[in-house]
């Protein structure tokens, strides 16, 4: 199947300083990325929708300020985590689904991000 | 809003026997039905996945039964094994949306 990478895999940073997460996919071209959060135990929450070359759009109730998303080639999306806090620390996970008309969607390894 | 409801919470079984693992959905426009496999720590991992046509699916160990009347959907894993110990998502898309999870299934398969 297609592979999607994420880097990193774990990083932990102070509060208030800013985390960037890349997601890149490696054997298709992506229009769409997609990125999730999941909290330990639970189910994946989908944050935003990732489109190259134009804005991403928001779920209700995730700060786009706070996270910045950016989708400048059609293999490559990143996450900013802004100003992160202690209760920005989860896991997040990107997914690109493959342009060949079927809705395969393929998930990174994730990140895991701790803030002290 | 729950659109799609994944039961058990969690599930023990027996080296060799069946786990199954239900969803039920709401949305008739949902027209993909994928079950995902994640392991702690992992990002998830596509399993198998059907269309609302048929009404089973089997690749090696796994089977999707489907039941469109009743909107119900389920994964059946033949002679679990240790190593198939994870959490499994269900999951529903309708076409040109976004992909809906269910809460999650964790299962453990004792040897």
């Known amino acids: 199947g297609a592979v999607v990478s994420q880097h990193p895999s774990r990083v932990i940073c102070k509060s208030g300083t800013s985390v960037k997460i890349e997601c890149r996919s490696l054997d298709f071209q992506a229009t769409t990325m997609f990125w999730y959060r999941q909290f330990p135990k639970q189910s994946l929450m989908l944050m935003a929708t990732?489109?190259?070359?134009?804005?991403?759009?928001?779920e209700q109730g995730v700060e786009k300020d706070k996270f910045l998303i950016n989708h400048a080639s059609l293999t490559l999306s990143t996450l900013t985590v802004t100003s992160a806090h202690p209760e920005d620390s989860s896991f997040y996970i990107c997914s690109a689904r493959e342009p060949r008309g079927d809705e395969k969607l393929f998930f990174g390894s994730g990140t895991q991000l701790s803030v002290l | 809003q729950q659109q799609v409801k994944q039961s058990p919470q969690s599930l023990i079984v027996q080296k060799g026997g069946i786990s199954i693992i239900n969803c039920a959905y709401e949305?008739?426009?949902?027209?993909?039905f994928p079950w995902y496999q994640q392991f702690p720590g992992k990002g998830p991992a596509l399993l198998i996945a059907?269309?609302?046509?048929?009404s089973e699916k089997k690749e090696g160990r796994f089977t999707i039964s489907f039941n469109k009347s009743a909107k119900q959907f389920s994964l059946h894993i033949m002679d679990s094994q240790p190593g198939d110990s994870a959490t499994y998502f269900c999951a529903a898309l309708e076409y040109g949306n976004k992909l809906v999870f269910g809460a999650g299934t964790i299962l453990r398969v004792k040897s």
């Open positions: 990732s489109n190259e070359g134009s804005k991403a759009t928001y």
């Open positions: 059907i269309r609302p046509d048929v």
């Open positions: 949305n008739t426009a949902f027209d993909y």
